[in-house]
């Protein structure tokens, strides 16, 4: 069983372990879309289920990926 925390002053429970989403959108050079995706199944695969991300990464760029691959794959 992999540790787990609450996430903030709310009810849900995450991995202690996430994924860092801010490279695959911006700052660490060029975006390359197909490698984000195969990170983010990896990442599931080994049980990740909060991803850290925020809007400034370049400027939704994470959500919007996130959210097509969440939703090709049938997740929440």
């Not at 989403?21 to 975006?31: N, R």
């Not at 990896?42 to 996130?66: H, S």
Request: net charge negative; proline share 1%.
């Amino acid at each position: 069983m992999k540790p787990t925390t609450t996430l903030g002053h709310s009810t849900l429970t995450v991995n202690r372990i996430g994924l860092g989403c801010m490279g695959m959108s911006e700052f660490y050079g060029s975006f390359d879309e197909k490698e984000s995706i195969n990170t983010l199944h990896k990442a599931i695969d080994l049980g990740v289920n909060f991803f850290d991300t925020a809007d400034m990464y370049g400027w939704g760029a994470n959500e919007r990926l996130l959210g097509k691959h969440l939703r090709v794959d049938g997740m929440r």
